[in-house]
């Protein structure tokens, strides 16, 4: 059966289900972050202590490279493909963000510090325009801005070593976001509450994995907890090809049965928002995982 | 007589309702066969992706999100087991809301007569 088969069956109803069934049904079983009047700073804590249950001994930064290094790692270190290493993709990413506009200016103008440890502070939400602005967001607003015509975001080709080649720039930086403002906690609610959302055929929420069974074995892979996981993507696959954070949530959702948002979307922004804040304070490692 | 009538009517109804309300009670056979191959076919059963199977070899790297399933012709010999078993791959969140286990009936992701053969291949474990 081809995936597109898979996908139309479960459009409805398994993603249109409604708020109220939602909270009363779905998430109860899940982690009860989004149930108690806490800051995103404490339900990061709560978190934190929550997986340390489930993989004792452990702390965030070795959830990084995947969650239980004591079982299967998840991550293969970088450089196992000797067809191609991050220094090829960097490489492509630089190049395009060194390109000269029509105007003369760079990508580089656009961002403080010429965009050096900048994407650290990534996912940002935007108050002028109500809306959580991911990397690839930024990088595509300041090409039409100068008259560029903008990366279509599924174009992992182009986007993928640019947004790598960003986010490098931060490297060795602790990821900072901020949710400072009852707007943009509305986002990160927003992605919150996807983030616990059983959906699709197989009913299962990015909690059911990577919270709850955080560290054990699924299809002789160890699962990574959430935490520790925003901070090495992009990942460079196999192959050479370099896929977004936001793709691989279109992965997760594929496999649960569900037909997958857009990248850059509103609901895979907001999940992205949640997801980043919740690797806070963690060492930025662009392209540091390969699979 | 209309009394009499109407009684009978929801006795018929409580009849009705009760059946429909009750969890699956259907021993069919299975095919053993063709419950091994839905059993491991990925967009099928994929069972092995969550359950330590017998053809692992050892239990370092096996999937253990759900109980390792040597040994489940065993303990669900009885009727009434194999019941409870065909009732956890139909919809194993009626009993467990927390369960990431899909629910294989009630999402259609493995028709009844499919249930009944995986069913049939986990009596032979």
Redesign the interface.
């Known amino acids: 059966m081809t995936s597109s088969l898979i996908l139309k069956r479960c459009r409805p109803p398994y993603l249109s289900v409604t708020l109220g069934w939602v909270l009363g049904v779905c998430l109860l079983p899940l982690v009860s972050m989004a149930q108690t009047p806490s800051t995103p700073d404490q339900q990061r804590q709560s978190l934190v202590q929550a997986l340390q249950k489930r993989i004792p001994g452990t702390n965030p930064a070795d959830w990084v490279l995947g969650a239980n290094p004591a079982v299967v790692v998840e991550a293969i270190p970088l450089n196992a493909d000797n067809a191609t290493n991050s220094a090829d993709i960097l490489a492509i990413g630089k190049k395009a963000w060194d390109r000269k506009f029509k105007n003369g200016k760079s990508l580089a103008i656009c961002f403080p510090n010429a965009g050096k440890r900048v994407a650290a502070t990534y996912p940002q939400f935007d108050a002028k325009a109500r809306q959580v602005v991911t990397v690839e967001m930024a990088i595509n607003k300041c090409l039409v801005l100068h008259g560029e015509p903008e990366i279509a975001a599924p174009n992992a080709n182009l986007m993928g070593p640019l947004s790598a080649y960003f986010k490098s720039l931060s490297d060795g930086q602790r990821l900072t976001v901020r949710v400072g403002s009852v707007q943009a906690r509305e986002k990160y609610d927003a992605g919150l509450m996807m983030f616990q959302r059983r959906i699709g055929q197989q009913d299962v929420a990015c909690a059911s994995c990577h919270v709850q069974n955080a560290g054990n074995i699924y299809q002789k892979q160890g699962l990574s907890a959430v935490i520790g996981q925003a901070v090495t993507w992009p990942r460079l696959q196999p192959g050479g090809r370099v896929i977004g954070l936001q793709a691989q949530f279109q992965r997760c959702m594929q496999r649960s049965g569900a037909e997958p948002f857009a990248v850059g979307s509103e609901e895979l922004n907001n999940l992205e928002y949640f997801h980043a804040f919740m690797s806070n304070g963690l060492t930025m490692r662009a392209l540091a995982v390969q699979r | 007589m209309v009394a009499l009538g109407i009684t009978r009517s929801c006795h018929l109804l409580l009849i009705f309702t009760l059946v429909s309300l009750q969890p699956s009670q259907s021993l069919a056979q299975g095919n053993a066969i063709a419950g091994r191959a839905l059993f491991a076919e990925e967009?099928k059963g994929n069972c092995?992706?969550?359950h330590k199977t017998p053809t692992d070899a050892s239990r370092?790297?096996?999937?253990?999100?759900g109980p390792a399933l040597e040994g489940f012709g065993q303990k669900y010999a009885a009727p009434t087991d194999r019941v409870r078993l065909r009732d956890s791959i139909r919809d194993r969140?009626a009993a467990n809301?927390?369960t990431?286990m899909?629910?294989y009936g009630k999402?259609?992701?493995l028709t009844e007569s499919e249930i009944d053969d995986i069913v049939a291949y986990l009596e032979t474990l």
Not at chain 2, 60 to 65: E, K, L, M, V
């Open positions: 967009r092995g992706a969550c370092t790297g096996a999937s253990n999100i969140s809301p927390s990431i899909p629910p999402h259609h992701i």
